[in-house]
């Protein structure tokens, strides 16, 4: 049975996560633990850094806390009524990453689940956004769940690469369940600045290595020309009506090109497409 993680603040954003998460894994019961961080870095700079460690006002917003999650809860079962899903809530005071890292290691967690309000928020700069920390400092599979994606179950997998770096099993062991669970079509994509580019050694070693790995599955390789990263993935998503889309944040240069970087109007997959973020497993 997976062990998985939904932080939720209570927003829309964060009810569509839990949504999506639910349909994802309809078929297969999962114990669910949704956590609400009361973040201390909302006190960080606080002019006159107390911190709410009071026992009597944390008691109190603890169960203010709780109350609202087991609320969430009712709001689960009407949604989803007749679910074999378990479920646990979790109260925190601490930062949020922190907090997160605590509960991976503790309920041992095989996939986080976070909403977004998209691009933007997946800024470092942008105020109560902390999505992006916990991509790069968590070491757990997170599946990202911008706006207005839609809950659906995926049939078509993007995997951007340029086969420049070696993946380990485990680190596509998330990506190869839910392909497997669901039926869904890996699709690798590769994108180049000029047509005409050819794979060295390396790039089809490993390129080779990622055929092995995917050969029980529905898969595919394909090259996009494209000066820009960003505009290649959206030329991609729109000509495969792309479901999801999974990266390994080892290459991280790569993966902000894809993630953190896209800002102009006509780049809008990071606005409905579910994002996969995979990590190396810490047995």
Known sequence: MKNILIPTDFSDNSWNAIVYGLTLFEKERCQFYLLYVEDLGMYAFNDTATLPYNSTID??????????LKSLLGRIYEKFPGTNHSFGILVEYDFLVDAIKKQVSEKKIDLIIMGTKGASSLKKDIVGSHTSDVITRVKCPLLVIPEKAKAKIPEEIAFPTDYRIFYPLNVLVT??????KHGASIRCLHAVKEHFEHLDQEQLKNKELLDDYFDKFNHSFHQVTSKRLDKAVQCFTESRDIDMIAMVAKNLNFFQQILFKPTVAEISYHTHIPFLVLHEQIS
Do not use: E
Request: charged content about 45%; proline content about 0%.
């Open 175 to 180: 990506l190869m369940d839910l392909a497997q």
């Open 59 to 68: 008691k109190k917003q603890i169960d203010r806390s709780k109350a609202k």
